[in-house]
């Protein structure tokens, strides 16, 4: 079992920028993609950006592209959303998501509130 940790929600002004961290409580393999799903009030939870742990390549929703980075460091254990130019569409509970089927994990989400 692999315990998620995300940090580093808050509330920021539209514009503003904010870095989601994800902890994993083990080393993942490499076959691994991890990733940031958000959920905003009374909407499905959708998928923001996603890195696979081997190769490093990224995929991005088309409504953060050029906005939002995503990074892991293997070393670490950890993943990170870097987010710029947040507007107040982007207000949602975020997730960390790790999976490899058919394990699939999820952290306990954080929350990031951008102000018009």
């Known amino acids: 079992q692999v315990q998620l940790v995300e940090s580093g929600g808050g509330l920021v002004q539209t514009g503003g920028s904010l870095r989601l961290s994800c902890t994993a409580s083990?080393?993942?393999?490499?076959?691994?993609?991890m990733g940031w799903y958000r959920q905003a009030p009374g909407k499905e939870r959708e998928f923001v950006a996603a890195i696979r742990q081997g190769t490093g390549r990224t995929y991005y929703a088309d409504s953060v592209k050029g906005r939002f980075t995503i990074s892991r460091d293997r070393s670490e254990n950890t993943m990170t959303l870097q987010m710029n130019s947040l507007i107040p569409d982007d207000t949602a509970v975020y997730y960390c998501?790790?999976?490899?089927?058919?394990?699939?994990?999820w952290g306990q989400g954080t929350q990031v509130t951008v102000s018009s």
């Open positions: 083990t080393r993942l393999y490499s076959s691994y993609i």
């Open positions: 998501n790790a999976v490899y089927r058919p394990n699939d994990y």
